[in-house]
């Protein structure tokens, strides 16, 4: 099977001695791939090295088979995404945020555009300055940017934030339709458990800067009542070094 | 190049949506006005005409390249790396298909852009407002040439404001560290007039080597490679800097 | 990859700086036409005053308007600096008027030539004590000419590189043009300015009996020249400015001023007194402040304030005895009306040396405190003098400051009585 990403001994540690260790991890095509870990465990800065925000110190991660570091132009045509939050330029309207994304990619047009501020339902605001968002409407805006050029790819870091129970169910929908009729592979960070059992197809367990534990939901729904309990049994695990 | 070019259309957009540039503008516009009123009352009342035939854009140049457009370019240069780094809007530009040495790039040829912008702004107000002072029709090709040479000094000083915003943490700290190092190059130039070939300030105002029947061009040559020397010094480390840079 | 994106980077960024470093290093050596002709004119200025035996002059300025000669003065000037001898003519034509002007000057003696009649006068010289004294002094070793300098070098700024140099057969000629969209706008404001109302006001226009700059005043242009011969000396400079204006009738008009500058007959020049025989001459001697005509009595009146009123109390008299050869002795008392007694009745005499100083005639007395003072004598009006006591002279300046021994109302003026 073709892999989406693969992430290869990656190591990044900060100054204070937090930061990432010896992270593999392998993610086809067309999965939907939960991240879980405590806040702290170093989720935002793999996400951060994976899309360059962020030099690795060690290793390499791979994106439809190109290297991160080398070929970053190649890796990361085909990627969206969301890295902590949402920062939009504040001084321009919602549309015009959208047009900035979309002036890499030829087919992104005005009807595009429309189309995707339609399905975040942002779309009454687009002509609206950013500095009079909410914390939910700029987060619709970041999944509006991360879908615009219709990515093979899309690395959200906690995409649920600062939604209301309404965008949640929607964002849930549209990442299972868009998975389904487009074979998008997600890649999704999240403390939200329940949320990350609903919609991904895999899940992976960070904490304390190493991956303790990747499997499939239907495996671990299998052997636990739920991924909660799965989480826990492999943080206490840990937790005893 | 397409990449290179939309992150250019970007910048440009970013920065035409700005409310400073309209502002920055306006006080250009205004500058040029304001000195031909003060050019124009000193000949009705005091008989002496500050300029001389035709050279009113000249002067005009003389004195914003010494103010207004270092201050300008200042803003956009830290607005553009610094002001993006604090508030975060960066990400949204590193983590397109551009890869961060293009990024680079075309956030100096949208710098560079805006330079050309203010002082076109600049030289065409000039020129209509010298042709209300004086009946005497300019010499054009003077201008157009001395506000070319302009914009090679402003330009490099832009590169040392970029290296600057990409060293700072913040855009106030950049824009005041900025500001400081053009001050204090101007006053080692008078302090110092024998190491003054070594400061770019030097030769903000080196178009008037062309502006006399004798052409220096040894001496202009020698200039222009002291100002490319420093071009390539701040944009090889302020790209090395922008190019390590976690966010 | 990535280390070779580092590499590169960091290539040109040493690029750069060499790049930098180099240029700015030659232009540093090369220096500015500007820079060495300040140079070339600190050498002559030394040379001429230190290293040569003689040489001539010669300088000419005139002013123009419209291209017309208002006035043109042309100086020749010898000097010979081994002998300390000093020859000028000068010949100024104003408005068709030839005024001439001649003078000789050595260690003895001055000549004037009078024009009117072909007359000379000559001053015979007193003999200074100080061997020091040059006929032409070097401007440039004055420490205001170094912060003048200082302040001229940042004011012409990128000015600097307008004067080109050209050498051939070992000659360098520096030339320079401003022309009037060089100029700085600050310094046409300021010679503008100065020009219309110190140099040429409506006044003096006036008076000259030409136009009066009224408005539309700007410099023109300012070219300048000179050569440098194989010696490294400014053999000749020439020098011109101009500036335009509208006169109260809207005409415009150029105003023009040429300097020149030769140096000429290095090493070669004789200086001469001229031949005074069987010519008109008038002999003087210059020298002594005080002669016989001097030897006298001078007085003034102590004064009191009573009340509201002056009151005469007493009279101070001076007493010139004998002047021989500029030594001039004499005393000093005071006398005081009956009825009226001082605290101290100052009576002392007083003498002089001839050339203690070039400047003043010195006086030593002793006071009634028996300390030995000095004062100052000198002429004043026709017949009288000025005396103060207790005077601190500096002798380098040409300047003193007295005390008068503290009397109060001491008044230094002393009346001639003639009896």
Known sequence: ?241 | MQIIKSVFINEIFKISKKKKITAALIFSMLSVIIAAIVEYSLNNFAGIRVTGNSEFSILILTILIYSLLPLFTTFICVDMFAGEFADHTIKFTLTGPASRAKVFLGKILAIATFIICNLIVVMIFSIVASLFLNSNLPNFFKILVSYFMAFLPIFIFALAAVLISNITRGPTSAFMLSIFVFLVFIGLNLVFPQIRSFLFTSFFDWFRLILGNYINYSKILRIFLILLGYGIMFCAAGYYLFEKKDI | MKFSKKTATLCAFALGVTLLAASAFADTMLGSGFQSLKDSIKTTMSKLTNDVDNFSANIIVSTKIDGQVISESTNDLKFDVTNKAKETREKIVKKGEITEFYKYDNENQIIYKNFEDDSYNVYEKRKYNNDNNKIVENPFEEEQAKDAEKILDAFVGSLQDVIEIEESGGKKMYTGNLSETQIPPLANAIASFVFKYSILDERNADRLDIPYPKSNIYLLNASGKAIEDEEGIVESGIFTASISAQDSKGIEHIYSLDFSVDIKDINNTVVVAPNLDGQKVTYNKEGYEFDNKYIGKYKNDIVKREGNSFVKVGERFIEIISIEDGNVKGKYYEVYNEGYDADNVRSFDFYSNYDESIHFTIIHYTNDKSENKTGIIHRTGTQNINVSFNAIIDEENGGYSYSNDDEEGFDNTFIRIFE
């Open chain 1, 1 to 241: 099977m073709d892999k989406a990403i693969v992430i290869e001994n990656l190591s990044k540690m900060y100054k204070n001695n937090r930061g990432i260790q010896e992270i593999n991890l392998e993610i086809n095509k067309g999965e939907i791939f939960g991240f879980l870990g405590p806040n702290g465990a170093g989720k935002t800065t793999t996400m951060k090295v994976m899309v360059g925000l962020m030099k690795a110190d060690k290793g390499d991660v791979k994106i439809n088979g190109f290297s991160i570091i080398n070929n970053y132009e190649k890796a990361m045509n085909e990627v969206g995404c969301i890295i902590e939050n949402v920062n939009p330029f504040p001084y321009l309207t919602a549309y015009e945020n959208m047009q900035l994304c979309g002036r890499f990619k030829k087919e992104v047009n005005r009807i595009r555009i429309d189309e995707c501020l339609e399905i975040t339902r942002i779309i009454k605001y687009k002509n609206e300055k950013i500095k009079n968002y909410s914390l939910g409407m700029k987060q619709r805006l970041g999944i509006a940017m991360a879908i615009l050029s219709n990515p093979k790819i899309i690395i959200l870091d906690e995409p649920f934030n600062g939604l209301d129970v309404e965008g949640m169910v929607e964002m849930r929908e549209l990442i299972i339709c868009l998975s389904q009729k487009h074979k998008t592979t997600f890649f999704i960070s999240s403390h939200l458990i329940h949320d990350i059992e609903l919609t991904c197809d895999k899940v992976g367990i960070l904490y304390n800067g190493k991956l303790v534990g990747v499997d499939s939901t239907h495996n671990i729904l299998k052997n636990y009542s739920s991924l909660e309990n799965y989480y826990l049994s492999e943080v206490d695990l840990n937790a005893d070094y």
